[in-house]
């Protein structure tokens, strides 16, 4: 509750995939509040990094901490932090076979146990909120892109969570519809959430973010706030690696 | 480490040891009832009756000499021969009339491919027992006796009592004219790998296909004419009220075997049309544009890509003629299934039947299964 | 391929010449069947038409003439299609068979997949109960060793599927689970079952099952036989089922799993409706082989249809017209299966439309 508790807490992360070592040695602090950027070349673990923050993944070394809780094999706790957290996929993700309004109370329903009209008026809000109430009725596979990747966040808002984490959000949406779901983001940056978004939209980072973490091969290489990142960036790999995205 | 409920670890040891737990209380109790039931009706247990005398005539048996007083044991054996053969048969058969129908139903000619169709929406609607009946009856009502069979070939006649057909008298230039075949074979493939490598290196083709025939054949036909081409004829002659001499081929084989060709050729015809239509027409295209002729497009884009998507399904549909081939208890044909059942009428020992016949089909699914993995696996090697 | 028609041809022309006659080769295949058929059909419609014997009061007709014997299914329908029924009382398994299939039609249209489906489906299936074995509200009682039939058949491929499903879910999910015991028992189970023909499993159900029992108790035939099929029916349902969860996307399981829910909420409410909602076509499929290989139970000594049609051949007045028997059979068996594997291919096109359309 005191304003800068931390959120997340990585120490000396690792992660294996096989002989493969995808995480080397993480740290990472996260506040309540703020909102980290994660970027950096394909391959360098930046997915990785987030889902073992809900435990999509799980860590061989180190310790993850989320909202105060260590994560390990304990389910009850997993599912614990994964109320807690919403997370937003590349791929949105949403239930084909359940309308858009259904999406959105399947969690608060089954997972918080809410009464369905509780949750009825919860998803309708968070409908207007992301600007398409209008489509509650519909299946997912009528609405366009970016009117499925808002109801992906949507859903995920449903369950009220302390922090939020976006895997390349708008990596799978045609250019166009790009803006509408980042200007859901940076609505919600502004109303305080909490948020951890990898992503390689760099405007959006320049807006929003309080720090831009770059990460290469399974390492944090730099971690600093937008202005300093972008203007004079303090290693070679960020430096190549903003002239690539920045260049066009 | 404390244990918690919610420990995945906990809960999965707690599902498994409730499920083998529950799994053993069953099997016990299946056991002690069935032990207690056979005491009470008096009856054996264990497989010594595999040793007694059968008792009981075979009405066709397949290179296993049988006879009434045989042990139970022959009596099986003759009936898993007897199985073999009609599924070895049927599983060729069926292949070769399933691609070319298969392929039929692709062709331009309208006429060919409605035919096909026609053929293989009928068949696969109407349960194979039912034809086999249906094929039975046919032989059985609508044939002659044999005192007026129907020779629809020289030598090659049609009764009631069965399909008679000459066959070659063995002899020695016989023998040798298959080693010959045995060693063009061998040639033809060594010649082919070598052609084969030789192209790699110089990038110079021969005529493979050619030369290669002319290896396989060639070496045993030149044997035959060598030796004088002795070929002489065992031609079914009527002698009383049937045939005698050549192959018989009794109705209920020629029923069962010819029921089971034609209903799995209408599966293999599917298979083969879906293997072939799931290549994209854009490989087609883009082989052509290469410039390759008809025959190499075949073997190098065609075939490997249509292989593979046929190949799963139709080894399920080889298991499926096989175990269909037990239909033959109902046509009177004396399969495995046939005589295990006549066994356990006479002995009474059901258990040891039903787990005989059960044993040896596993094997059989088994051991297909694992050669078509076998080659699946290599298919998939060499490809990707 | 079909070339634009030449100025001035006729188009029948044209068609005749692209479809028939499109290659030498072709051509050759199409006269020989013509030929053939031409050799083939008229003696076929002289049999099987003109010269058959439709009615007529016993076979003394058929026999001395030289065309097929409907006699044969005009006066002994009744007893192929309802067995050693009462015969005063048919209308009643006639109308469960009207149930049946009014059921089962209405189980595949999408517009009934609502939640009082099920409740539907325990009512017809009491109200199908009543019918047949009566004893109450009027109806005389009937034992069920007197079923036989159509109505057999279609009440054993009904209660096969019903009660192999959810067998069939529960062992594809074990399959799946990474739990070594579960996943062991259950692909023993299927393999050992997949492995062997349906008549070993019959017979084991129709002699063995009596053994398996404690002393006094006893099941009669008809449910030794649905036992059999039930099992049977479960390890191949259980492959379909398995299919259909592998073709879920794995995001759909992170999605529920980034919800919070628990494993079988998770598979209850987002995994399995997907995978079911794929599996219908090849269910549907499992359904018209069940179907066709419930004639098998007539090897154990159920009356089902195909069953009663031998009955009547055994009989010497009717003896020696099996082909026209078999070729009634046939056509009962192939208006059923045809039907269904229609009806499947159009739901197939049905589903896979409304699931793709999207406002681009």
Known sequence: ?248 | MKLRSSDPRLRALVYQVSAAAATLLLGWFLISNTIENLAERNIASGFAFLDREAGFAIGETTFVPYSASGTYLEALTVGIANTLRVALIGIVAATVLGSLIGLARLSRNWLLAKLASGYVEFIRNVPLLVQLFFFYALIAEHTPVPREAIEFLPGWYLSNRGMFFPVPVFHAAHAWALAALAAGIATAVAFARWAARRRALTGGSLPVAEIALALVLGPPALTFIAMGTPLEFDVPRLSGFNFSGGVALTPEFTALTGGLILYTAAFIAEIVRAGILSIPRGQIEAACALGLRQRRILRFVILPQALRVIVPPLTNQYLNLTKNSSLAVAIGYPDLVSVANTTINQTGQAVEGVAIIMAVYLTITLTISVVMNWYNARMALRGQ | MAAAPKKGSDPIFEWIRAKLFPSPLSSVATVLILYLAWQAIPPFIDWAFLDAIWRAPDSAACRAAAGACWVFVTEKYRFILFGTYPYEEHWRPALAIFLLITLWAASLAPMFWRRWLPLMWLAGLAAIGVLMWGGIGGLSYVENERWGGLVLTLLLTTFGIGGAFPLAVLLALARRSRMPVLQGLAVGFIELVRGVPLISLLFMASVMLPLFLPAGVSIDKLLRAQIALILFAAAYLAEVVRGGLQVVPRGQYEAADALGLSYWRKTVLVILPQALKIAIPPLVNSFIGLFKDTSLVLIIGLFDLLSTVKIVLTDPVWSGFGVEAYLFASLVYFVFCYAMSRYSQRLEWRLARAEGARPR
């Open chain 1, 1 to 248: 509750m005191m304003q800068d508790a931390a959120m997340v807490e990585m120490e000396k992360v690792s992660k294996w995939f096989g002989a493969f070592r995808a995480l080397k040695d993480v740290d990472l602090v996260v506040r309540r509040g703020e909102k980290y950027v994660v970027c950096g070349p394909s391959g360098s673990g930046k997915s990785t990094l987030i889902r073992l923050i809900n435990r999509l993944e799980t860590h061989d070394a180190g310790r993850v901490r989320v909202n105060g809780v260590d994560l390990d094999d304990d389910l009850r706790k997993v599912d614990a932090v994964r109320r807690e957290v919403g997370m937003v996929f590349q791929s949105f993700n949403l239930f084909p076979h359940l309308t858009v309004l259904e999406n959105l109370t399947l969690g608060p329903v089954w997972a918080r146990n809410m009464p369905l009209h509780e949750a009825n008026a919860l998803a309708m809000q968070l409908l207007e909120r992301v600007r398409i109430p209008e489509q509650a009725a519909k299946y997912p596979a009528r609405l366009s892109g970016g009117q499925q990747q808002r109801v992906a966040i949507a859903r995920a808002l449903c369950m009220k969570p302390q922090l939020m984490l976006f895997d390349e959000p708008t990596s799978a949406l045609d250019p166009e519809m790009i803006r509408e779901v980042l200007d859901v983001m940076v609505e919600l940056a502004h109303e305080g959430m909490t948020m951890i978004v990898v992503t390689h939209e760099m405007g959006f980072a320049r807006t929003v973010a309080d720090r831009i973490v770059f990460m290469d091969s399974g390492e944090i290489v730099e971690s600093a706030p937008p202005g300093q990142f972008f203007s004079s960036p303090g290693t070679e790999r960020a430096r190549i690696f903003l002239s690539r995205v920045l260049g066009h």
